[in-house]
């Protein structure tokens, strides 16, 4: 059974950094894209970033875009999201998430089967 498990949030101010781990088992790591989503309050899930297989060709949200960095390290079944000059908009929890088949890559949330249980993220102004 695949499971992620999200680390890192937490509360900081206007400007600074944070960043998040997911750590993967339950299935080959390597072969799967990694995606980053976060929920804002009231807001519906949305897409931040997401990483192919090999660990190149990074995806991001325009809103995110020169601010925050998705990596991943296949030896160690962990994707990263670092943020850095993180705004009052950017408090949500974010989610790591996985797709179903391999070697596939998409920004959708539905094309994601297998989520994290979240991690606060608030940054006061």
């Known amino acids: 059974q695949v499971q992620l498990v999200e680390s890192g949030g937490g509360l900081v101010q206007a400007g600074g950094s944070l960043r998040l781990s997911c750590a993967a088992s339950?299935?080959?790591?390597?072969?799967?894209?990694m995606g980053w989503f976060r929920r804002a309050p009231g807001k519906e899930r949305e897409f931040v970033a997401r990483i192919n297989w090999i660990g190149d060709s990074p995806i991001y949200a325009d809103s995110v875009k020169g601010r925050f960095t998705i990596s991943r390290d296949n030896a160690k079944n962990t994707v990263y999201l670092q943020m850095n000059s993180l705004k009052p908009e950017d408090t949500a929890v974010y989610f790591c998430a996985a797709p179903a088949l391999a070697y596939s890559g998409s920004s959708s949330p539905s094309s994601y089967q297998y989520w994290g249980q979240g991690t606060q993220v608030t940054v006061s102004s």
């Open positions: 339950g299935r080959t790591f390597s072969i799967y894209t």
